[in-house]
């Protein structure tokens, strides 16, 4: 009997450029439908990561919905999903900039122009995530971050158990907002430590980890797993298309056009793309000299003008979905042969 493989899903961050892995998954879930597997993604999955918007897919694939009669099946189906990012997003973003004006008047020393109003969005990460832990996940799990008093990069799990017991766990709403919490955009995140009980400071990792593939596969490696067993499937948000700037331009700006949510944070976007690329460079010339490992990236370029990951105007949203639809028609077959591999887990999540 053949040995059941361990399928790593590494999402990138995106902001509302995470419709598109959102459509890769549903073009997925449809094939795997088609081979007679039509259990729930985290039956196929043995671990999910996700920075960012990737964090937010990850979560929601993976979290167990806290109430009512689907008590114990996932937070969020790819269809609800994908609702939330072609509809939901843009009732935050809009509402938010609305606001703007009375931010500037009553806090006027505060940050009035920022991307995001914080309240709203936890109310949804609480109403969808509940007051779970990841030690709770329904799979295998792992959220980005990065903690500002240990100036340390922040993994946060499901918490699998070591000889030592000395792995954190959070609250999977509070890890959510930690992991999309990206400078200029949301404040950062106070994230409750559950197993020291201590309140850390954490901001999104995503200027130096929106692509966590190798995050992604030295986790599986923790685990355990043998790189002959792993196939991962790592999907991005689209790569910013070539602009033709001048140099004036770009010399005249300075902190408040760099960070400015107006201008779509550049500095951000730039160190975001560039992480993004430069670890998909390095996961194909490692990955394809690890025998007996699977590695298959999806991602493609964007139309110029989709800089701004917060722009969810329904032309924006149209063109996303035209992205998608390219990616899913040149990996038509790279999918099937997906599909037909992925088999369903069968024992414990993480193990």
Known sequence: MTKRKRLILSIDGGGAHG???IRLLEALESRLKQNGKDKPLHQYF??????????????????????????????????????????DLREYYNTNRINRISRAVFSPFGQYNKGVHERPFEKILKDTLGWTSMASSLTGIMLSAYDLNTRKLVLMTDNMPTADRTHDDYY???????????????????????RTGEEQIMIDAGAFMTNPVLSAYSEGRRRGWATEDMIILSIGTGRLSKHKRKFEE??????STWMSPDKGTPLLTEFSNGQSQATSHQANAIFKDIKGLTYLRLNADLPLGLEDATNTRPKTMTQLNSVADSIITTHNDDLNTLAALIEERVDGPGF
């Open 172 to 194: 999977f709403w509070q890890a959510v907002r930690a992991t999309i919490s990206a400078p200029g955009w949301l404040e950062p995140a106070r994230v409750e430590n559950l």
């Open 46 to 87: 043995d671990l999910v990561c996700g920075t960012a918007s990737g964090g937010i897919i990850a979560a929601g694939l993976t979290a167990p919905k806290p109430e009512g009669e689907y008590r114990g099946h996932h937070a969020m189906t790819i269809k609800e999903l994908r609702s939330f990012f072609e509809d």
């Open 19 to 21: 419709l598109i892995p």
């Open 250 to 255: 770009v010399a005249a700006w300075g902190a």
